[in-house]
């Protein structure tokens, strides 16, 4: 059976970027010998059942970088593609050791083995937790997931355990970046943009870089609690790695695909700033994480986004293009503020900035 989005609230109203500790972490929780069930703080209902595919797309970075011409135009076509129908596809051979991943990965998982009361002595804007979402019945339920969480661009922050985690993020930081910004250089040419329109539009050179590292420990019930319900991201891209522990699952056409990405492949997501400034042609990808009963899933997110003072609206030349804006601007700082508001009456900062024809 396939599991589409119906089968959960449509819309949990915000994920909690404020994490907060239900006792203790879920990691102690799951721990615990004699849990037998889901407590009700955690319970959210939902069919976990998804469907495998080998359709979604795979995205060869050396060919952004070989210097043939008939190579570049394809990756760029291709990649545009992806973001218009998919919102997320595969990238492979990006350069990126699979030694730093590796070290990324285990680094988070020493941080997550930590004692409690030194993960918890973390401060702003280093934040640990683990979250929660409103739904539309105004309910607070509590991911199963221990989270952590701190901005690296435009300023580099890090917690001080594990000692290594400061050198080996710093790195993948901006390699990541700098993947980035030519994955976005292809798209604004597939967009039919000017030359360095979006890279001054976004003001990419402070661009706000965010990492979050997520623990998904074994949960007794996993049709009865969720690691992240269904959402898009708030950025621009979203890379995505992880220690080969399935439970990502992203939308496509109604219907819910498994992810299974190939080893040292970084799964990319299209965000809703990307969606706002291409005027709608991106697809913002929708996914969620679920939560398994036999092992913990470790995965290490980056946001890629534009400057926090950037005020992001749909490019001019796509608005002229289409006759017709669809999006209403807002500053970056603004909408990231308005996504972690627990207040949203049901609806995303997508459909809030949605100009509707009267």
Partial sequence: MEATATHLPQHPVATSVEPSIVNSSVKVLAESTDLKSVPSEFSFVNEPTGSNSDSIPIIDFTLFTSGNPDQMSKVIQELGKACEEWGFFVLVNHGIPETLIQGIIDAAKEFFDLPEDEKQNVSDPIKYGNGSVITTSNQKIFLWKDLLKFPLHPEFHCP????????????????????????????????????GYMEEALKLDTSFQ???????????????????????????????????????????????????????????????????????????????????????????????????????????????????????????KEYMETQHNNRLNGKTNLELLRIIDS
């Fill in 160 to 195: 001080v355990k594990p000692p290594n985690l400061r050198e080996i993020l710093f790195e993948y930081a901006e390699r990541s970046r700098s993947i980035a910004k030519t994955l976005l250089q292809g798209l604004s040419e597939n967009l039919g943009l000017e030359e």
């Fill in 210 to 332: 965010l990492f979050a590292a997520n623990f998904y420990p074994p949960c007794p019930q996993p049709d009865q609690a969720i690691g992240l319900p269904p959402h898009t991201d708030y950025g621009l891209l979203t890379f995505l790695i992880h220690n080969g522990v399935p439970g990502l699952q992203i939308e496509y056409n109604g219907k819910w695909f498994n992810t299974n990405s190939p080893q040292n492949a970084i799964l990319v997501n299209t965000a809703d700033q990307l969606e706002i400034f291409s005027n709608g042609k991106y697809k913002s990808g929708k996914h969620r994480a679920l939560v398994n009963k036999e092992a913990t899933r470790i995965s290490i997110v980056i946001a890629n986004g534009p400057a926090a003072d950037a005020i992001v609206s749909p490019a001019s030349q796509l608005v002229q293009r289409d006759g017709r804006q669809l999006y209403r601007p807002m500053e970056y």
